[in-house]
């Protein structure tokens, strides 16, 4: 039977609503959080990309948290994705999450509780039936908000099966219209899925008339094989986080789950809006926001998920692609054609490659990146789209940095020591730093804080390697902590060291835009 949504209008049987959690469970997660610009940016990627409801936040939880919901919310129209803002049951939680996503066009409150009896009695420290009376009073206050409600029981695949139709039917009669019952602590295994779900549908008053979800944890490595179990079983909501990013070993991943619908229709029926032409890019959008590329054998979006090593499979993928290739790499966004420009490339086309990519970025920004192009291809033979991508991603992070690295020279070799002399800009006033230290690298960072001094600890350092070659770029991930709080900054060059540089100025200033944020305290000082 199609059921009739109030943000979706009546929804054909097969249709899976895709529901993007990459901004609020996957942002929660350590190392993963973001600012408000990068928020913006990945939530403008995720609506290219096609996801039906973006979960921006959980406004309460901070006011950096209640302001990133309420950008997003403003920034979609009527043909956006729903705008979605997460709650616990206190009204002061619901109201927070409400006038969040109050100017959003189309817009959900996700209102959630435990209904586990470990988390009723450990965490709630609640009687079951005081549970049952937070359903209703919270979906209840949710509605007079906005028509589109979803409730989660929380661990609600270690909840007692009547006890979890008795909430599930309270919420619906509140009137929840999308249900979800999260496997909070990636316990489950598919045929649980089948069982709950077929369970809630077959007993529960008014089950066919909202949306059923899911929501998987990936502790067992199963979040994905449950979703789909999940919607075999009736589920039209799949929940979901770009390269499964999330608490602990995180969510299902969204890739892995559309992919998986795609390319075995054959076997699950069904439809999204997701374009997964934009699947490689929505992920290394992420991969560059966070610091956290995706391990090399990742499905779908992994560097070596279309790589073929062995003899006899190259053999067979040049006889045929299919021989080996399940889906091919360009219906996820990788590109045949990734040997593209070179340094007599004229801005036109390095704009239009640009929009090829799905880039579209503003004339300044335009032409920062176009004169680091240039500088890139008359360092480096090839410039692939990796190339590309990786020096706008990071021109465009960069867009209003207070700090700016504008030259640096490092003396280093064997027998001698290393010394970086640093030139920074500062809020447009230029500052120097000359410093010597155990390697460039190090060199280059004493420099940096000679030049604008603060004290902060150096938690990570990453280098990876954007392409193949000597010549590649190099990505460097550096990751700060002041006052507990972390923050990760990116950098990119052929040159590891200027890489190395400017990833610690662009984690420098994202602490400046934290300190801003959450003064007083803060220890850095300029
Ligand atoms: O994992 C979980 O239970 C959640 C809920 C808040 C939906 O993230
Ligand atoms: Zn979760």
Redesign the pocket.
């Known amino acids: 039977m199609a059921i009739t949504h109030p943000s979706f209008g009546t929804l054909p049987d097969d249709r899976i609503i895709i529901f993007d959690t990459t901004l609020r469970?996957g942002e929660q997660s350590p190392g993963f959080s973001m600012n408000l610009e990068e928020k913006l940016r990945m939530a403008e990627a995720l609506a290219e990309l096609g996801v039906d409801v973006m979960e921006a936040g959980f406004p309460i939880a901070s006011p950096g948290d209640f302001e990133s919901v309420l950008s997003i919310a403003k920034h979609f129209a009527k043909d956006g994705p729903v705008v979605c803002g997460?709650s616990r049951t206190a009204p002061a939680d619901i109201l927070r999450a409400a006038e969040a996503v109050k100017p959003a066009a189309r817009k959900r409150i996700h209102t959630?509780v435990s209904t586990s009896p470990l988390h009723m009695r450990v965490k709630l420290r609640l009687e079951p039936e005081q549970v049952l009376e937070l359903v209703t009073s919270s979906v209840s206050l949710a509605r007079q908000h906005t028509d589109d409600v979803e409730w989660?029981a929380?661990d609600g695949t270690r909840t007692e099966p009547d006890f979890l139709c008795r909430c599930v039917e309270a919420a619906i009669k509140a009137g929840a219209t999308t249900i979800?019952i999260?496997d909070?602590v990636g316990y489950a295994l598919p045929e649980d899925m089948t069982r709950i779900f077929s369970m809630v549908r077959e007993r529960v008053p008014g089950a066919d008339r909202i949306i059923l979800s899911a929501?998987n944890?990936n502790d067992l490595g199963l979040a994905v094989a449950n979703t789909l179990a999940a919607i075999r079983a009736g589920v039209r909501q799949v929940e979901s986080t770009i390269n499964g990013i999330g608490e602990r070993a995180g969510n299902a991943s969204l890739e892995e789950i559309v992919m998986a619908l795609r390319t075995r229709h054959d076997a699950i029926p069904t439809r999204n809006a997701i374009v997964t032409e934009r699947i490689l890019r929505t992920s290394k959008l992420l991969a560059t926001i966070t610091g956290f590329d995706v391990q090399p054998n990742k499905a779908i979006v992994g560097r070596n998920a279309f790589a073929h090593e062995s003899g006899i499979h190259q053999d067979g993928v040049l006889k045929d692609k299919s021989t080996y290739e399940i889906m091919t790499p360009e219906s996820v966004g990788w590109s045949d054609t990734s040997l593209v420009m070179g340094k007599h490339s004229g801005r036109a086309a390095f704009r239009d490659k640009l929009r090829s990519m799905g880039y579209e970025i503003g004339d300044n920004q335009l032409n920062d990146a176009f004169r680091r192009f240039k500088d890139l291809a008359d360092r480096k033979k090839v410039v692939y789209d990796e190339d590309i991508a990786a020096l706008v991603d990071d021109e465009v992070v960069r867009g209003h940095d207070r700090i700016r690295l504008t030259a640096l020279t490092v003396a280093t070799g064997m027998a001698t020591k290393p010394t970086a002399s640093i030139t920074l800009e500062v809020d447009g006033q230029p500052r120097d730093g000359v410093a010597s230290g155990d390697g460039a690298v190090d060199a280059t960072f004493n420099a940096l804080r000679q030049a604008f001094p603060h004290e902060v600890n150096l938690k990570l350092y990453a280098v990876q390697s954007v392409t193949g070659g000597t010549d590649a770029q190099a990505r460097v991930t550096v990751r700060l902590e002041e006052d507990g709080k972390l923050v990760d900054g990116q950098g990119a060059d052929t040159d590891t060291i200027v890489a190395s540089a400017r990833a610690y100025v662009h984690a420098l200033n994202k602490l400046l835009v934290k300190r801003q944020r959450t003064e007083p305290p803060a220890v850095l000082r300029a």
């Open positions: 469970d997460l959630f989660s929380e979800n999260p909070t929501h944890h």
